[in-house]
């Protein structure tokens, strides 16, 4: 089986920092170095393309720009990237939905993936004029997708709902091919979705025994209703030619990190209503991660931000969501990602800081050496990039 990874679109800026937001969370300073310019975005888009990454995830939130408008305009700069679009369904009616998505895959050539995310802040719903609870939100969605599905299988679809209503809704053109549907959630509610409407569920990176039990739990959901899932994870990556370099780099954004810029994000994010939030704060604890800033230390280990062999703990200390990296040489990355294969996980979503040099030091370092082992094929079909060659980093801005 050939594992698909997906890169990431740092719609709310990027630079060889880590740049915060999410979850209520303002985008950092930082996050001017590199503006998220349709330019600049089409150059990282471009090289993942090359390197054989399927798709680009791009956020959505107050935070960053709108993930709808942004692709639809990086996707004329790029041939077979797919793009991994996030958006809530509370903040749109879902016929008009089915109808957009319908057009990105028409325009585009089939390259729309959909990232529906429910939306676990309710202070930073209201501000878009959501007033509903979590629970509901999450019932919302699963009438939403419910709307959705019915439509692009063609149908007319009539529904009376909790909160949502539509009568003789239906599609003039079919979107060709469907659109995956992905989908995150810890809770109760957000597993009933999972199991009844989304083709790939994603967690986010936390260590394997963890993930294997969220998979476990939805697998048993999903055959409740008869399906079968696909699962994927949520990473940032920090990949070198040696152990000790990626540490180092790890250790160099971590010294980056002021401390009251850490205190105050954490003190918003401790108020998450996310249960996959909470899990990720549990990893370094706000306490523990504030003594973690600016302490001496050697190894990975550092103040405990290792939770798991090449498993790190501290983009969470600054940004909201996905908090956790994979640190460590080539060899060790490969081994790690060969590791949640092996629980079932098929898709890997990552990032890195900044994003255009971090996509080719893991094309041309990690993604050959996975093909080597028959865990993964250039979707084009061509050969990866040998490992060990320098990662071209010529095209950034400068700082």
């Not at 460590?328 to 949640?340: F, L, P, T």
């Not at 255009?356 to 030091?361: G, K, N, S």
Request: charged residues 20%.
């Amino acid at each position: 089986m050939s594992l698909t990874f997906h890169w990431f679109l740092p719609t709310n800026g990027d630079s060889r920092d880590v740049v915060g937001g999410g979850h209520g969370t303002p985008a950092t300073a930082s996050g001017r170095d590199r503006p998220p310019t349709v330019a600049y975005l089409s150059q990282i888009a471009r090289a993942a393309e090359d390197l054989g990454f399927v798709g680009a995830l791009t956020p959505t939130g107050a935070w960053c720009e709108d993930a709808w408008l942004t692709t639809a305009m990086v996707s004329q700069h790029t041939e077979r990237l797919k793009f991994l679009v996030a958006f809530r369904p509370g903040f749109v009616s879902p016929t008009l939905a089915a109808q957009m998505a319908s057009t990105f895959q028409r325009q585009t050539g089939g390259r729309l993936l959909l990232n529906v995310v429910t939306g676990g802040e309710s202070h930073e719903q209201r501000a878009y004029g959501d007033f509903l609870d979590k629970d509901e939100r999450y019932r919302r969605t699963g009438e939403f997708l419910k709307i959705v599905r019915g439509l692009w299988e063609g149908g007319r679809v009539d529904l009376d709902g909790a909160h949502l209503r539509v009568e003789d809704a239906t599609l003039a053109r079919l979107p060709d091919p469907v659109p995956a549907v992905y989908f995150g959630g810890s809770s109760p509610a957000a597993g009933e979705v999972a199991a009844r409407y989304v083709d790939t569920y994603l967690t986010w990176g936390e260590p394997p025994a963890a993930v294997a039990g969220k998979i476990a739990w939805i697998r048993s959901l999903a055959a409740k209703e008869g399906r079968t899932l696909r699962f994927g994870i949520r990473l940032h990556v920090i990949t070198r030619d040696t152990s000790a370099q990626a540490w180092a780099e790890a250790h160099r954004l971590l010294d980056g990190f002021d401390p009251d810029t850490v205190a105050s994000v954490q003190a918003g994010l401790a108020r998450s209503e996310s249960e996959g939030q909470q899990r990720m704060l549990a990893l370094h604890g706000g306490g523990h991660a504030l003594r973690a800033v600016g302490s001496a230390g050697a190894g990975g280990n550092r103040t405990g931000l290792e939770i798991h062999p090449n498993l790190w703990a501290g983009i969470g200390l600054v940004r909201g969501g996905a908090g956790t990296a994979l640190v460590g040489s080539h060899d060790e990355v490969a081994e790690r990602i060969e590791e949640y294969a092996g629980l079932g996980i098929e898709e890997f979503v990552l990032s890195g800081y900044p994003h255009l040099e971090e996509a080719y030091w893991f094309g041309e370092g990690v993604l050959p050496r996975l093909q080597a082992r028959g865990r993964w094929q250039h979707p084009s079909g061509k050969g990866a990039t040998p490992s060990g060659q320098v990662p071209f980093a010529g095209a950034a801005s400068p700082r």
